[in-house]
C-alpha cells in the first residue's frame, strides 16, 4: 500500500509541476538528455502524446522496452519502481487515463512529452483558467466601484506577475526535490 501512496504522491507533485511552469524547462533528472536521446533512439516512432498501452505493456513491447530499462540500472535511482503514467498528456491522472509503468519508463516518456512540447497544453489550460479568474476578479471591483478601472488594471498586472514569480518559486523548489528524490 506505501509504493502506491508514493506513486499517487509523485504523480501529484509532477503534474502540479507541469501545470505552474512552462514544462519545456522542466529538467527531472540529472541525467534527462542521456534518457531522452536513448528514449528517441530506441522508440523514434512512438507516438507520445496519447499512449496505446499495447506499445507499453504487450509481451513484444516489454521485449523493446526491458534493455532500454536495463540501461539505467545504476544511473536512475529506484528506475525500475513502479509509476503512475498519464496515457493521454493534455488529460489528469484519472483511472482512465493512467497506467503503472516503470520509473524510467514514465521518466523517458515525460521527458519526451516536455521536450517535444505535449505537455505544454496542460500548462496553458491550467494558465488561462487562472488568467479568466483574475480578469473576472478585476471586473468585479471595477464594477463595485472599489477601484478605478485603470487602477484596478494595474492592480491585476501586479497580481499577475507576483503570482507568477511566486509559481516560479514553488516550482523550482518541486523541481530539486523530484530531481533529489529520482537520483
Not at 530506441?42 to 505493456?57: A, G
Not at 532500454?68 to 513502479?82: A, M, R, S
Not at 493521454?88 to 515525460?110: H, K, L, M, V
Not at 492592480?155 to 516550482?171: F, S, Y
Amino acid at each position: 500500500m506505501a509504493w502506491a501512496m508514493k506513486a499517487m504522491q509523485h504523480a501529484e507533485v509532477y503534474y502540479k509541476l507541469i501545470s505552474s511552469v512552462d514544462p519545456q524547462f522542466l529538467k527531472l533528472t540529472k541525467v534527462d538528455e542521456q534518457i531522452y536521446s536513448e528514449f528517441r533512439k530506441n522508440f523514434e516512432k512512438l507516438r507520445i502524446d496519447v499512449l496505446d498501452p499495447e506499445e507499453l505493456k504487450s509481451e513484444s513491447a516489454k521485449e523493446k522496452w526491458r534493455p532500454f530499462c536495463l540501461k539505467f540500472d545504476g544511473i536512475v535511482e529506484d528506475f525500475n519502481y513502479g509509476t503512475l503514467l498519464r496515457l493521454d498528456c493534455s488529460q489528469g491522472y484519472t483511472e482512465e487515463n493512467t497506467i503503472f509503468a516503470p520509473r524510467i519508463q514514465f521518466f523517458a516518456i515525460e521527458i519526451a512529452r516536455n521536450r517535444e512540447g505535449y505537455n505544454k497544453a496542460v500548462y496553458i489550460s491550467v494558465h488561462d483558467k487562472e488568467v479568466e479568474k483574475e480578469g473576472n476578479h478585476g471586473r468585479e471591483k471595477a464594477d463595485s466601484g472599489r477601484a478605478e478601472e485603470k487602477g484596478a488594471k494595474r492592480e491585476g498586472e501586479k497580481v499577475k506577475t507576483n503570482k507568477g514569480e511566486e509559481k516560479e518559486k514553488e516550482a523550482n523548489k518541486e523541481i530539486n526535490k523530484s530531481s533529489e528524490t529520482a537520483m
